[in-house]
């Protein structure tokens, strides 16, 4: 593709006043192929559009010289970046001019994209969206937190919204084979870092929200405007945000829809669209009972806690205001699994206590996770739980409080301490936690205490690091990633008997 047909695609005026137009040089050519995208100097080829962000790590504008010797046709920088040889595309906000001119070139795209933000919830949900539309028979995928899902793969990304450029790869590569219908996670980084913009969003979701990333936001409102971000920007005119409607910030999020004018459909029990009237605990699941433009539901979901129930909804939701039909869609709730991660039942001990694994790394996913399984528990519900380095610390004492208020037998460990001492971190959890409150760092020791301690009527829940395959430890060129999964550790603790 042309430069210059591709910024008549993306509807950028290639002109000086617009561009840095002066700085073309050698080699650079407004009219000359565009070859590919790139964030990543080494990854430069002739013809490449090169984007040079300022980050907290690096500096892209570093890059910028080596970039254009590679080959690069243009870059991408702020108005005050030094660009030779290379058309300068100058703005404010490179990354979203970035995903602008990029959005074009990864073609095609899977006609139906929907994408869900929330502090919890998100990958749960985007994955049991994609198994509704599945038994509904279309070719459908996910991507987020696990990698980008299909029937017949997993393919890991490592991050919940992986980088512009990849993020559109994938699209474009799933289009190729088939896909039609994708939902995605929005992080607030991603949101905020431009990393999903350009493909046509029909529908987007909104799960909750509560304290998370507060290393990285200035506090709880700029937290929330990264998430609104996929209301305010991102969905297409006329497109629908679906939202749970029973979270403490839900009428806020209603109403940056409504004034961005796009068609509300809220889940909940104060949900207008689809309304949940009843919800009953049951062995390994839950019967719901549902109200949907005027016809009562009664359903058997597959999955334990009132959590996972809200995420099942307002998947519901979004394939409902993407073209779903009705009784297909809550038919297929009553078949859905559990995702990798979430409240996963890992292993039945050698005495047959349960142990589920769950991501629950926020004190509000922490305490989600423990009322989920306090229905299900006989005799002690066991809790075995850390936090992480190098992230919010604040969070750190609110979490061992959840935990010493609804666990019977609390037991802080080590959660990828980073580069921060793990002790210390310990430390700061403990300080929230009554004094029966135990501490074991090494967590497959901790994991084994636990799991030995549970008697016949108990349940551990191991919280956390849910899909996680890695310990780290350590921080710039000294990390490490030592292998460690919750689920193979708990298994193994649990004896060949109890697998």
Not at 315 to 328: C, E, F, K
Not at 357 to 363: K, Q, S
Not at 373 to 383: A, D, K, N, S, Y
Request: hydrophobic content about 40%; some cysteine; aromatic content about 6%.
């Amino acid at each position: 593709m042309k430069l210059t047909a591709l910024c008549a695609a993306a509807g950028i005026p290639l002109a000086e006043g617009s561009l840095s137009a002066s700085n073309l040089a050698g080699s650079a050519d407004e009219t000359g192929n565009v070859t590919g995208f790139a964030i990543d100097h080494r990854k430069v080829a002739p013809g490449t559009v090169f984007g040079a962000f300022r980050g907290t790590k690096f500096n892209g504008e570093d890059y910028i010289a080596a970039a254009v010797k590679a080959g690069a046709i243009a870059v991408v920088a702020h108005p005050d970046a030094k660009v030779e040889g290379a058309v300068h595309f100058a703005d404010p906000e490179p990354r979203r001019l970035f995903a602008r001119l990029a959005a074009p070139f990864f073609q095609p795209v899977p006609e139906t994209l929907v994408a869900v933000t929330g502090t919890n919830g998100k990958t749960s949900t985007v994955e049991l969206t994609r198994q509704i539309w599945r038994m509904a028979g279309q070719r459908a995928a996910s991507i987020g937190t696990l990698g980008v899902t299909t029937s017949d793969e997993t393919v890991s990304t490592g991050l919940t919204t992986p980088d512009i450029v990849t993020f559109l790869a994938n699209l474009t590569g799933l289009a190729r084979e088939g896909v039609t219908h994708v939902a995605y996670e929005a992080s607030s980084h991603g949101l905020s870092q431009y990393r999903i913009e350009g493909p046509r969003v029909s529908v987007g979701a909104f799960t909750n929200l509560s304290r998370d990333h507060l290393d990285y936001h200035a506090d709880m409102d700029d937290y929330f405007a990264a998430k609104m971000r996929l209301f305010d920007e991102v969905v297409v005119d006329g497109g629908t945000a679906v939202i749970w409607a029973d979270d403490a910030w839900s009428d806020k999020a209603i109403a940056h829809a409504e004034r961005r004018g796009l068609k509300t459909f809220t889940v909940g029990a104060k949900g207008t669209s689809i309304r949940l009237s009843g919800r009953k605990p049951g062995g390994l699941g839950q019967k719901l009972e549902l109200e949907h433009e005027g016809k009562a539901y009664v359903l058997e979901l597959p999955l334990i806690g009132a959590y996972q129930a809200a995420n099942a909804l307002v998947a519901a939701g979004l394939v409902l205001a993407s073209g779903g039909d009705a009784h297909t869609t809550f038919d297929a709730l009553k078949r859905l699994v559990t995702v990798r991660g979430r409240l996963e039942r890992a292993a039945i001990s050698s005495v047959g206590a349960p142990v589920y694994v769950d991501y629950a790394h926020t004190p509000d996913a922490l305490e989600a996770a423990i009322a989920a399984l306090r229905p299900h528990v006989e005799g002690r519900l066991i809790v075995v739980f850390g936090a992480g380095g190098d992230r919010d610390q604040g969070k750190r004492p609110d979490m061992g409080r959840v935990a010493s208020e609804g666990a019977d037998v609390a037991i802080v460990t080590d959660d990828n301490p980073r580069g921060e001492d793990p002790a210390a971190i310990r430390a700061m959890v403990l300080a929230g936690m009554g004094k029966d409150a135990r501490e074991i760092g090494d967590r497959r020791e901790a994991i084994g205490a636990a799991i030995a301690e549970a008697g016949r009527g108990d349940i551990v829940l191991i919280a956390g690091k849910g899909h996680e395959q890695g310990q780290i430890i350590g921080s710039g060129d000294s990390v490490r990633v030592l292998p460690f999964d919750d689920v193979t550790v708990a298994r193994e603790m649990s004896g060949p008997q109890g697998r």
